[in-house]
């Protein structure tokens, strides 16, 4: 057996800004499920980075542990990855200010998140929300991780990362491993139930299912499914010119484990309603033991709080390593006693 030592470092960060949702589900957390045994593997609640954007107090610290308990839920074994939250570190905020000072300005002005969310929140553009690829460079490179799985619109971000990395061994000498974006080959991109030609995403209720919704609200969420307005009516896979049904068939597959050959066979000669429902009943089955682990586990307050406290030893143990290092490098004084 490998040890722990010489497996590649895994890491992800993931905002508790909402609650998490089957495409989060079946386009993240499962692959992360599935690389537990190969990987060494961090995943951290970046609390940190969600007050970039206006957050009621009492809701992010309730979401932060909630979502913490819905990882674990879908099988994310606390015993095999390090699972944290990100401000219990503070080697984050520390290493983030020192990278502010080797990122540049130009580099901030162009990250599309950047542009995107200051539209959005236009009256609370703050220096957080300009810098915040600083502190993710800071949260990924504290661990030396290896691989980096994002989906595609933290791509960016990371490729910033391996700049920041780069730029600062060449000053410095070897001081930061420069990790590699991770785009599993298998894990499903979906897509919003009502609108299949955008992602599923929180912000549109009623074409997103949620890990904790009820059997029948999920139930009829799928029976609300936008399909496609083509004269064929058949389940064929076909996202360009059948994003509706295409996105069900991804779904179905992602569930039942089934190809989408064998799924386009299972309905052939069946209109979409038969589709749509089978569809639903797959999603509340995958999903019921998981939100009733969810329910449990967020209930047991003592034990989440144990999976944090060990994620926190464990995951400043590294950071403190990394950040000594950087200190050094940079010229910093040694503090004398820790
Ligand atoms: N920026 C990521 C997001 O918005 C979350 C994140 C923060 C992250 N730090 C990270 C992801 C480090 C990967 C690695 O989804």
Not at 199 to 207: C, I
């Amino acid at each position: 057996m490998e040890s722990a030592e010489a497996k590649k470092v895994m890491l992800s960060g993931i905002q508790p800004s909402g609650e998490l949702h089957l495409g989060n589900y079946l386009g993240a957390v499962k692959n992360w499920v599935a690389l537990a045994d190969a990987f060494d593997c961090y995943y951290f609640m970046a609390d940190m980075h969600t007050i970039t954007v206006r957050q009621e107090p009492k809701e992010l610290r309730r979401r932060t542990t909630e979502q913490l308990a819905e990882y674990i839920a879908c099988g994310l074994d606390p015993e095999k990855n390090t699972l944290f939250i990100q401000s219990h570190v503070h080697e984050h905020a520390e290493l983030g200010w020192i990278l502010n000072c080797y990122t540049m300005f130009g580099e901030l002005s162009r990250m599309t998140q950047f542009k995107d969310k200051s539209a959005k929140h236009a009256n609370n553009i703050n220096g957080g929300l300009f810098t915040y690829p600083a502190l993710m460079a800071a949260d990924i490179l504290l661990y030396q991780p290896d691989y980096v799985p994002v989906g595609e619109d933290q791509k960016q971000h990371c490729e910033l990362t391996r700049d920041i990395a780069i730029r600062f061994n060449n000053l410095y000498g070897e001081t930061f491993k420069v990790p590699e974006p991770y785009i599993p080959k298998t894990g499903a991109r979906i897509m919003s139930l009502s609108d299949p030609t955008s992602k599923m995403s929180k912000s549109d209720p009623a074409g997103c299912v949620f890990i904790m919704d009820r059997p029948e609200d999920v139930a009829r969420k799928f029976k609300r499914a936008v399909t496609d307005s083509d004269t064929e009516r058949c389940v064929r896979f076909d996202p360009e010119n059948k994003p509706g049904v295409s996105n069900l068939m991804n779904i179905y597959s992602a569930v039942t484990g089934r190809s989408l050959d064998r799924v386009e066979k299972e309905f052939e000669g069946q209109g979409y309603g038969v589709f749509k429902a089978a569809v639903g009943d797959a999603v509340v089955e995958t999903l019921r033991p998981i939100r009733e682990q969810a329910g449990r586990l967020i209930a047991d307050k003592a034990y989440i709080k144990q999976v944090y406290t060990d994620g926190d030893l464990k995951a400043s143990r590294v950071a403190r390593r990394t950040l000594r290092k950087v200190y050094r490098k940079v010229g910093f004084v040694e503090k004398p006693f820790e």
